[in-house]
């Protein structure tokens, strides 16, 4: 922004590094860290390894795509770090897309994506690895945050590895007592295990190896196909899918026309109302798909 922005001094200033600084402040470590530093955020998490990796379930950053700050590490880099400390990748937002130069009004494309935000969460793996009743504490801990940021897959994997743990850690909160999220997340779970456990099909049987291949052939060579065995073939595929999943018809035909499904409810009155309307879209997007399937 050198047209509207002169600098008029400059200052050096010390920097700590977040480890030190929790330790020596006595600050209990964080559970999720939110950055955004200005290209300096893989500094930030290498200065604090010692934080990050045994503590930190989540970071939400922003990252750039190529140099915008000189000298900054770019996201291909922090992604190296947080994987190399036990983190999984979940989600990239892109950012406002920039420009390689002035353009006027009028001559502007999808342009050019420099920067966004990105999601990291712990690996579940990488927890399960030890045992003990603090690995459970950590595993609500990161199940909550994914349905903070509408991970619902992840936050019921963390829960079914809470649920393999809890004979040998029925209660790993002690006499502190557990807090209010636990019951929450162990009704979320209930009611996940309570759900029918019915799914979209998918491709393996919708389409065998042929219908597959005859998505790319030229469009005379597959109408005269269809009229001989990959007729038959889509046919007898279809066949097969209704009597596989015919039976679910009238269940997913109920999911689609419902205004709110229980879990949905569940999560609206704990305070997921915006999850609890992903979820609504998804549910009706599936249940439209699986129908469009059998037909």
Partial sequence: ????????????????????????????????????????????????????????LGVDLEVEFAEIYRGQKVFSQIHDLLIGLGFELFRVTPGDPSVTMVMPIGFFGEERQTWGEALYLKSNDHLTAT???ETTIRLYKLALLALLYAQVSYAVRCLEAIEA???ANPDPWGSAGAPGYAAFLDGFFQLYQSWPKVTVPDFSETHTQTMSQSRFWPEDKRAAAMKGDLGKEIDATRARLSATHGKNAGYILKLLLM???????????NGFARLAQIVAEKRKAQAETYLRVLM
């Fill in 1 to 56: 922004m050198g047209e509207i922005l002169k600098a008029v001094a400059t200052q050096r200033v010390d920097v700590r590094r977040l480890d030190s600084v929790c330790a020596e402040a006595k600050i209990a470590p964080p559970d999720m860290l939110s950055l955004d530093v200005q290209g300096a955020e893989w500094d930030v998490l290498a200065g604090a390894r010692k934080l990050v990796e045994p503590s930190v």
């Fill in 131 to 133: 045992a003990g009743p």
């Fill in 165 to 167: 743990r809890r004979a």
């Fill in 259 to 269: 205004s709110r499904t229980p879990i949905e409810t569940y999560l609206a009155d």
